[in-house]
């Protein structure tokens, strides 16, 4: 993660890698549907180390971004056990700009129940 990130003068960034792409559960043995395949790294939305010692949040937590019309939310992985989300929303009672999206991800929360 820190060729990603990296401020050290010394230390190539990453903007590539090669990965595997699989369809269905890739932790209980999903299908390989692209093999090798060489990702390039356009833009980083989001991210930082795991922490197991921080507490889990009282609300599910989600991550806003994108571009245009095209707005997602992640869900934003606290600590193990949790799981990956990513949603296509629609964002209504506000104007986003891309640039508002650009700057950093927009925190938002799930109001319909806990964690």
């Not at 930082?48 to 992640?74: H, Q, V, W």
């Not at 606290?78 to 650009?102: C, E, I, Y």
């Amino acid at each position: 993660m820190t060729d990603l990130i990296t401020t050290d003068s010394e230390r190539i960034r990453v903007a590539s890698f090669k990965a595997t792409i699989y369809g269905d559960h890739f932790e209980r043995g999903g299908t390989p549907i692209i093999k090798d395949s060489r990702l390039m790294i356009q833009n980083i939305i989001h991210l930082r180390a795991f922490d197991s010692s921080l507490e889990r949040p009282s609300k599910i937590e989600y991550i806003l971004f994108g571009k245009g019309n095209e707005t997602f939310c992640a869900h934003k992985i606290a600590r193990p056990p949790d799981f990956d989300h990513l949603l296509s929303v629609k964002v209504s009672g506000v104007k986003l700009t891309d640039a508002n999206l650009q700057k950093a991800p927009v925190p938002c929360s799930d109001t319909r129940g806990d964690n």
